[in-house]
């Protein structure tokens, strides 16, 4: 994970010194300056907690059970023996929006499915994330024609496009380790989420 | 005292109702007085878009029609196609394609029954069948490159011959297949709970199945022998030694019976097709030889002035059958999957009509569930083993 600062010890065991270079003994000022750097982590009380959350939130994400198409076979796939998507803590598929934070639109979504579509993300508490799993929810795949919507971007903001036609579900592994990605690298929110933002995402203002 | 009914709507997004399928039911009580299953949530248009696509370019659609059984789709379209031609593929071609079709139904079955086993509450079972579906796709994997929209066949023949080492594979697979399927009748056949759920729930007399246009195991389930592989045999499937499982219960335990003894019968007929196979040569022609129909071989091409040409025409514009229609229908694991084919002389169908059996079989749902639960309609849609994607198409 690139965005995590890399670990870099306050005090190395054994301070390379060139040979016949003459250390000097360090004063009792500086030792207990190193004692005190050794046993202290300074930080902001957001910081931290907004690690701890995302930590829980990266590593416990409930999916929606939600399937529309061939992707959804591949989505019931990676909770199956062989991919076990348990490994990746994303295993707890919710039937009720209610209970998910993510939605993966797996397959084709129609004209006549878009509005439950966009209900269901609707429904979903905040935070959420979704992911368009295909070609045809990302950018409407080989049927370009009236009845399929040209990606279901076009009616909820998507967070990670997995590519494929369906995508395997080892794609769609990665896809789910990408997403926890974003989410540990992203800045959380703490506390209730502000009205006018809920009012803007609803389209209201 | 008040007597009203109650309308409620399941799904179109309900876990149990596979996909994306929206019943309206009318409840008194708990009691269903009518119930209106309503598609086209995943309607994708590709009967028309087939109308603008080469024959050829027609068959990746029909992978993702049924998306379960692929290959049956494959063979329903290029049979149609073949018709259409007047052609007819080697017998090893077509040894190869009962052998991947009957591979197809034992996934296709297996996914049903995991499926339906979840909805009925029976969780476990699924961990069981996703895994021989696993070893199902990883074959497609070796054989056409991908897992679950292969593409393999062409009209006229397969896409490629058949890798090394895939007999065998198929081979380990169908001899490890019968005790998988005591696994599986081990949790369910006897289980108390199963019983109770299945056994006479979601009954249909086999007088109204086929009042229905019902096919497939749920007909089969009702006391019909009809199977197509017997009474319409095509890529000499009457050659092949298989018993048709038929039970007379008509209710959603005998279907599940029914498909249980299919997958064995199945094991069966693969056995066969993989010894047919060795017979006719591991490797061998796997096209017709008529290319103005399919692809010449890419080492002619190299050599050949003419084959060169047969390969642009072929690639660029696809083959031109004559004028006129043909129906072509096989045993897909799910019921009768047909494909009906107008020309009007050019390159693309003027006209692709699709005889699902999954749209057919749903509208004797109502039927199925008159009179009963809630709770019925779920063991009732899982019974007659639905796909929307080729429901709605």
Same mark, same amino acid.
Request: hydrophobic share 40%; proline share 7%; net charge neutral.
């Given at each position: 994970?690139?965005?995590?600062?890399?670990?870099?010890?306050?005090?190395?065991?054994?301070?390379?010194? /060139?040979?016949?270079?003459?250390?000097?003994?360090?004063?009792?000022?500086?030792?207990?300056? %190193?004692?005190?750097?050794?046993?202290?982590?300074?930080?902001?009380?957001?910081?931290?907690?907004?690690?701890?959350?995302?930590?829980?939130?990266?590593?416990?994400?409930?999916?929606?059970?939600?399937?529309?198409?061939?992707?959804?076979?591949?989505?019931?796939?990676?909770?199956?023996?062989?991919?076990?998507? +348990?490994?990746?803590?994303?295993?707890?598929?919710?039937?009720?929006?209610?209970?998910?934070?993510?939605?993966?639109?797996?397959?084709?979504?129609?004209?006549?499915?878009?509005?439950?579509?966009?209900?269901?993300?609707?429904?979903?508490?905040?935070?959420?994330?979704?992911?368009?799993?295909?070609?045809?929810?990302?950018? *409407?795949?080989?049927?370009?024609?009236?009845?399929?919507?040209?990606?279901?971007?076009?009616?909820?903001?998507?967070?990670?496009?997995?590519?494929?036609?369906?995508?395997?579900?080892?794609?769609?592994? !990665?896809?789910?380790?990408?997403?926890?990605?974003?989410?540990?690298?992203?800045?959380?929110?703490?506390?209730?989420?502000?009205?006018?933002?809920?009012?803007?995402?609803?389209?209201?203002? | 005292?008040?007597?009203?009914?109650?309308?409620?709507?399941?799904?179109?997004? !309900?876990?149990?109702?596979?996909?994306?399928?929206?019943? &309206?039911?009318?409840?008194?009580?708990?009691?269903?007085?009518?119930?209106?299953?309503?598609?086209?949530?995943?309607?994708?248009?590709?009967?028309?878009?087939?109308?603008?696509?080469? #024959?050829?370019?027609?068959?990746?659609?029909?992978?993702?029609?049924?998306?379960?059984?692929?290959?049956?789709?494959?063979?329903?379209?290029?049979?149609?196609?073949?018709?259409?031609?007047?052609?007819?593929?080697?017998?090893?071609?077509?040894?190869?394609?009962?052998?991947?079709?009957?591979?197809?139904?034992?996934?296709?079955?297996?996914?049903?029954?995991?499926?339906?086993?979840?909805?009925?509450?029976?969780?476990?079972?699924?961990?069981?069948?996703?895994?021989?579906?696993?070893?199902?796709? +990883?074959?497609?994997?070796?054989?056409?490159?991908?897992?679950?929209?292969?593409?393999?066949?062409?009209?006229?023949?397969?896409?490629?011959?058949?890798?090394? *080492?895939?007999?065998?594979?198929?081979?380990?697979?169908?001899?490890?297949?019968?005790? !998988?399927?005591? %696994?599986?009748?081990?949790?369910?056949?006897?289980?108390?709970?199963?019983?109770?759920?299945?056994?006479?729930?979601?009954?249909?007399?086999?007088?109204?199945? @086929?009042?229905? *246009?019902?096919?497939?195991?749920?007909?089969?389930?009702?006391?019909?022998?009809?199977?197509?592989?017997?009474?319409?045999?095509?890529?000499?499937?009457?050659?092949?030694?298989?018993?048709?499982?038929?039970?007379? /219960?008509?209710?959603?335990?005998?279907?599940?019976?029914?498909?249980?003894?299919?997958?064995?019968?199945?094991?069966?007929?693969?056995?066969?097709?993989?010894?047919?196979?060795?017979?006719?040569?591991?490797?061998?022609?796997?096209?017709?030889?008529?290319?103005?129909?399919?692809?010449?071989?890419?080492?002619?091409?190299?050599?050949?002035?003419?084959?060169?040409? =047969? !390969?642009?025409?072929?690639?660029? =514009?696809?083959?031109?059958?004559?004028?006129?229609?043909? #129906?072509?229908?096989?045993? &897909?694991?799910?019921?009768?999957?047909?494909?009906?084919?107008?020309?009007? *002389?050019?390159?693309?169908?003027?006209?692709?009509?699709?005889?699902?059996?999954?749209?057919?079989?749903?509208? &004797?749902?109502?039927?199925?569930?008159?009179?009963?639960?809630?709770?019925? @309609?779920?063991?009732?849609?899982?019974?007659?083993?639905?796909?929307?994607?080729?429901?709605?198409?």
């Amino acid at each position: 994970m690139s965005d995590t600062p890399e670990f870099k010890p306050l005090r190395t065991l054994a301070p390379s010194t /060139a040979p016949g270079e003459l250390v000097m003994p360090k004063t009792a000022d500086e030792l207990l300056y %190193e004692e005190v750097e050794r046993g202290l982590l300074f930080t902001k009380v957001e910081s931290m907690v907004g690690w701890a959350m995302n930590q829980a939130r990266a590593n416990a994400i409930w999916p929606l059970s939600f399937g529309l198409a061939c992707c959804a076979i591949e989505m019931m796939a990676i909770a199956g023996p062989r991919f076990d998507v +348990s490994r990746f803590g994303a295993e707890v598929f919710r039937g009720s929006p209610r209970q998910a934070d993510l939605m993966i639109v797996a397959g084709r979504v129609s004209i006549k499915m878009a509005p439950v579509v966009r209900q269901l993300y609707e429904q979903m508490p905040d935070p959420k994330w979704v992911i368009a799993m295909g070609a045809c929810s990302s950018c *409407g795949g080989v049927f370009n024609n009236f009845a399929i919507l040209q990606g279901v971007d076009k009616i909820v903001p998507v967070d990670v496009y997995v590519p494929g036609c369906p995508p395997r579900p080892e794609a769609l592994l !990665h896809g789910i380790m990408k997403l926890q990605e974003k989410i540990l690298a992203s800045k959380p929110e703490i506390g209730p989420i502000p009205r006018k933002r809920v009012l803007k995402q609803k389209g209201v203002a | 005292m008040r007597n009203e009914t109650m309308t409620i709507n399941m799904g179109p997004q !309900h876990p149990s109702t596979h996909g994306v399928l929206r019943v &309206a039911l009318e409840l008194d009580g708990e009691t269903i007085v009518a119930c209106k299953p309503i598609v086209g949530y995943l309607h994708t248009g590709m009967e028309k878009q087939a109308e603008y696509k080469t #024959y050829t370019q027609s068959i990746p659609q029909t992978d993702r029609m049924d998306y379960i059984s692929p290959m049956s789709n494959n063979l329903a379209f290029c049979l149609a196609a073949e018709k259409l031609l007047g052609i007819e593929p080697p017998a090893r071609v077509q040894a190869i394609r009962v052998l991947l079709c009957e591979l197809t139904r034992i996934s296709s079955h297996a996914v049903w029954m995991g499926t339906h086993a979840i909805d009925i509450g029976a969780l476990t079972v699924f961990w069981y069948t996703f895994r021989e579906r696993e070893k199902v796709l +990883s074959i497609y994997d070796h054989v056409a490159g991908a897992r679950m929209t292969s593409s393999y066949f062409r009209v006229g023949g397969l896409s490629r011959d058949i890798p090394e *080492g895939f007999l065998e594979r198929c081979e380990k697979f169908v001899d490890e297949m019968p005790a !998988h399927i005591d %696994e599986y009748e081990s949790l369910l056949t006897r289980n108390p709970i199963w019983l109770a759920r299945t056994q006479g729930v979601a009954l249909i007399s086999g007088k109204d199945a @086929v009042a229905w *246009g019902v096919t497939g195991p749920t007909l089969r389930g009702s006391g019909v022998n009809y199977d197509l592989r017997k009474n319409e045999p095509y890529s000499g499937y009457e050659t092949y030694q298989f018993d048709v499982p038929v039970q007379s /219960a008509g209710d959603a335990y005998a279907r599940y019976q029914v498909r249980v003894q299919e997958m064995r019968e199945s094991v069966k007929i693969a056995k066969q097709a993989i010894q047919r196979i060795r017979e006719l040569g591991e490797f061998g022609p796997y096209r017709v030889r008529d290319f103005k129909y399919v692809l010449p071989p890419k080492e002619d091409v190299k050599t050949s002035m003419e084959a060169l040409i =047969h !390969h642009f025409k072929i690639v660029a =514009h696809g083959f031109f059958p004559p004028v006129g229609e043909a #129906y072509s229908k096989v045993e &897909a694991p799910k019921g009768e999957l047909g494909f009906y084919l107008v020309s009007d *002389g050019s390159s693309r169908p003027w006209r692709m009509k699709v005889r699902s059996p999954s749209f057919i079989n749903l509208q &004797a749902l109502p039927v199925m569930v008159q009179g009963r639960m809630i709770a019925d @309609v779920i063991a009732a849609i899982g019974s007659i083993d639905i796909v929307l994607g080729e429901v709605d198409r």
